[in-house]
């Protein structure tokens, strides 16, 4: 199994990026999907999740900006980002669980600038 993050890069402040995490079909229709980031010196934190029926939860610093979604038929999840800040700056990673497994992507770096 592999998992794709893809999408990453350097924008100014208030401005946007949309991450993929592209994932085989055999596991994406049934696992939750989820998206963490690290900044240096920091510990992963969880940012986004969406459920198999498409519920999602946020984490509060990025509600009302960030969009987790799935796109069922390309085995493909996204991370819209939107509004963005200099504290979103970390590298960006998906999380794929199903009923057996976890898997994680490599990480997309995010660099925002002031």
């Known amino acids: 199994v592999q998992l794709q993050a893809s999408g990453g890069g350097l924008v100014q402040a208030g401005g946007s990026l949309r991450l993929s995490c592209a994932t085989s079909?055999?596991?994406?229709?049934?696992?939750?999907i989820s998206w963490y980031r690290q900044a240096p010196g920091n510990q992963r934190e969880w940012v986004a999740i969406?459920?198999?029926?498409?519920?999602?939860m946020y984490e509060d610093s990025v509600k009302g900006r960030f969009t987790i979604s799935r796109d069922n038929a390309n085995n493909t999840a996204y991370l819209q980002m939107s509004s963005l800040k200099p504290e979103d700056t970390a590298v960006y990673y998906c999380?794929?669980?199903?009923?057996?497994?976890?898997?994680w992507g490599q990480g997309t770096q995010v660099t925002v600038s002031s």
């Open positions: 999380k794929v669980v199903t009923t057996t497994s976890t898997y």
């Open positions: 079909g055999s596991i994406f229709s049934d696992s939750t």
């Open positions: 969406i459920s198999t029926r498409g519920r999602t």
